[in-house]
């Protein structure tokens, strides 16, 4: 309650009103708890409010574990009220890892390639209101089909890894996700996409609904089985979501799961003579200062820094690392990387006055440094950009790590 992680809440700093802080978050979570305090509209929306970024915890002294107060207060939250923004009905079905979230993305692929989900953003009636958003929110471009199954790589075998695909793989993350196997099975590895893997349950503990959650990641465990094989998940959402499975789940099958998920960039690091090596898959063994410009190829991009990887995972350093040893790219960190760019999971979706305040500062810094790209870790920062830099004229391509890492292979 001292305060001092005031100055790093993006809604407070929007608002100035202290139920959109932490500390006053957590004083509306206790009288809610007690009972001294309804679950009315003021309530709801101060703690409905919150991006979940979890900066305040990152800076806390105390080690308050925010996120998970408000994970708690908001199934509190759920068993007063009913009628809490949720996800539309248009983008529940993309984010199902099942038969109906496959149809869903493959439907969106045919409007994608028939020209129609441009014109539908324009349609009197369609373009406002949630639908409106959520459909704003749509990749303009189809993504291709995210890898499933087993994929041998074409020499000697370095090793075996598991692939995690989630719910959005499908409808957004197909290159991505063809991308990092590509990487892995160049540097030997054989990737494995178990096919009853699903959703990581991050949208539903988050939203209040745990025991969905807890349901999904028994669903995963499953999948994945009990081997010690490296997950690599791309997703920062994701991992941080894979990862707390061992605070939240008891058990040592959860335990070991958690260990085993790993950074895509912190592992392709971790083969270092493999990928930088004279003989190494980049051929990246050259000075900063002898580099090349890379021909055909982006040389400048901006890379945002999502919240989880930031704040939770604490993992920037293996991104930003592997993208400054690639000769001729030159990566600039994004101004304003140290706030929220207002995405939060569905925060995007049910607050989007408040998300778009915060993405301005960013699609205005992207303005003026002019990259060619721009690289996230998150697929809804990268689904909220792509919305904001459409909004503001500027055609500027959101990408993956992994994919600019295998535009250098490809050269």
């Known amino acids: 309650m001292c305060g001092l992680c005031l100055p790093h809440c993006p809604t407070y700093g929007l608002s100035r009103q202290e139920g959109d802080s932490p500390r006053g978050r957590i004083s509306l979570m206790q009288g809610l708890a007690s009972g001294r305090l309804q679950a009315d509209n003021r309530v709801t929306g101060h703690l409905d409010g919150c991006l979940g970024c979890r900066a305040c915890e990152s800076v806390c002294p105390s080690g308050v574990p925010f996120g998970r107060l408000m994970d708690e207060a908001r199934e509190l939250l759920g068993e007063q009220r009913s009628d809490r923004p949720g996800l ?75 692939l995690f695909v989630g719910c959005t793989g499908a409808a957004f993350e197909g290159h991505a996700l063809a991308a990092a196997r590509d990487l892995l099975l160049a540097l030997g590895f054989q990737v494995q996409a178990p096919k009853g893997q699903g959703c990581c349950g991050a949208l539903d503990l988050h939203g209040g609904r745990s025991d969905r959650a807890q349901e999904l990641a028994r669903d995963n465990l499953a999948a994945f089985g009990d081997e010690d094989t490296p997950i690599i998940s791309l997703n920062s959402g994701c991992r941080t979501q894979l990862k707390e499975y061992a605070e939240r789940m008891p058990g040592p099958q959860a335990q070991a799961f958690a260990g085993r998920v790993r950074d895509l960039y912190g592992f392709l690091m971790a083969q270092e003579e493999r990928l930088f090596g004279a003989e190494g898959l980049l051929g990246c063994g050259i000075e900063p200062e002898d580099r090349a410009p890379a021909q055909g190829k982006v040389r400048r991009v901006a890379v945002h820094l999502p919240c989880t990887l930031r704040n939770v995972l604490k993992e920037q350093g293996a991104l930003l690392g592997l993208l400054r040893r690639l000769p001729g790219l030159e990566v600039i960190e ?28 960013k699609i205005e810094a992207v303005r003026q440094l002019a990259p060619e790209a721009i690289v996230t870790a998150n697929i809804g920062c990268s689904l909220h950009f792509q919305a904001g830099l459409r909004r503001a004229g500027l055609e500027v391509p959101v990408i993956t790590g992994a994919e600019l890492i295998r535009q250098w292979v490809e050269r």
């Open 88 to 162: 539309p009905s248009l983008a529940a079905p993309l984010l199902r890892a099942d038969r109906l979230g496959r149809g869903a993305a493959s439907l969106l692929h045919l409007v994608q390639h028939t020209g129609l989900h441009g014109a539908l953003t324009h349609l009197p009636g369609l373009s406002s209101g949630t639908f409106g958003r959520a459909l704003s929110l749509l990749p303009r471009h189809a993504t291709g089909a995210a890898p499933r199954g087993i994929a041998r790589p074409p020499g000697g075998l370095q090793g075996r890894v598991q």
């Open 334 to 361: 994004l101004e304003g990387n140290e706030r929220c760019c207002g995405a939060a999971g569905a925060h995007m979706m049910t607050h989007p006055g408040d998300a778009d305040a915060l993405l301005a500062p």
